[in-house]
């Protein structure tokens, strides 16, 4: 399904399918106010966790002075401010089986975690590999994982994500698909530390 046609603020920040537009169109069409709502899109997870959001209706002389508002077709969308690099290039869709579903071609932002370093050219070295090898492999598996820090004694610490994190072998493709790439390649790196709650896909260090 292609997308509705841009809106007229400004540059296009997520698309909205037809179907999408169309479902939505119908729930706020069965709100008090109707003609005053627009659908804000929030991203409500936390930095090295999938992406989780949060739909819903609010009226439009509400939103906040920073917020981005979108119209499409008529319908007004609101991102936060927060959000907008993160829901550059994403597509609101709507299908049968699935509902309102968002595809979300970016990364969530790397967490920040007291005591490991990101910013050396051992990083820059495993970043590297992750980019190149590791997260095209796990992308066949709709998984990728990101690369938090290393604590400069051999240990790379990553989160997963997609359709690695919350399933069965996510632990083994971690430490026996991730670990071997990063140890035969990167010299420095002995180990690998997922940082995954994999019950959740949540990191453990923010709860």
Known sequence: ??????????DVIISITAAAHEQI?????????????????????DPGEDFRYDLSFEVTTKAAFSDEVRTHDGLKVIIPAKDVDLLTGA???YTGSQGLVIRNPNKPLVPSIEGLVRDDELSAEVEAL???EVNPAL???GGFVTFVGHDTEGTAYMTMGGGCHGCSMSRQTMLDGVQ???VEQVAGIDRVRDLTDHTTGATPFYH
């Open 139 to 141: 992308a066949a598996h």
């Open 180 to 182: 071997t790439m990063l």
């Open 91 to 93: 597509t609101l869709d």
């Open 1 to 10: 399904m292609s997308p509705l046609s841009a809106p007229a603020e400004t």
């Open 130 to 132: 992750v980019a190149s």
């Open 25 to 45: 169109i119908t729930m706020r069409d069965e709100e008090p106010e109707l003609d005053r709502l627009g659908l804000r899109l929030e991203i409500i997870s």
